[in-house]
Nanobody, 120 residues
Framework: QVQLVESGGDSVQPGGSLRLSCTAA????????MGWYRQAQGKQRESVAF???????KYADSVQGRFAISRDNAKNTVYLQMNSLKFEDTAVYYC??????????????WGQGTQVTVSS
């Protein structure tokens, strides 16, 4: 059974840092692309960061230079290091597994989410 379990969400002041973890079960992450998304209250879910099976990374413009996605295949875990946090980073953060149908990339599994709140 495929499972993604996020952890590490917390309340932090602006300028602070957090590291989110996504531990996978039921599959090996080194065979898949993995991603982090977020959804702020009243807004649509948006992509934050992506890491391919070959370690290529991509980031949303809003987090470029502040966030870093990484993967530890031995621990079957994906991380999101978030630095210089801003009020607008407040959201529920979700981990996802990516796969392909032909040339079409899509996410086929999601975690339950972890809340990140940036407030003073």
């Amino acid at each position: 059974q495929v499972q993604l379990v996020e952890s590490g969400g917390d309340s932090v002041q602006p300028g602070g840092s957090l590291r989110l973890s996504c531990t996978a079960a039921g599959f090996t992450i080194n065979d898949y692309a993995m991603g982090w998304y977020r959804q702020a209250q009243g807004k649509q879910r948006e992509s934050v960061a992506f890491i391919s099976s070959s370690y290529t990374t991509k980031y949303a413009d809003s987090v470029q230079g502040r966030f870093a996605i990484s993967r530890d295949n031995a621990k079957n875990t994906v991380y999101l290091q978030m630095n210089s946090l801003k009020f607008e980073d407040t959201a529920v953060y979700y981990c996802s597994r990516g796969t392909y149908s032909g040339n079409i990339y899509y996410e086929d599994y999601w975690g339950q989410g972890t809340q990140v709140t940036v407030s003073s």
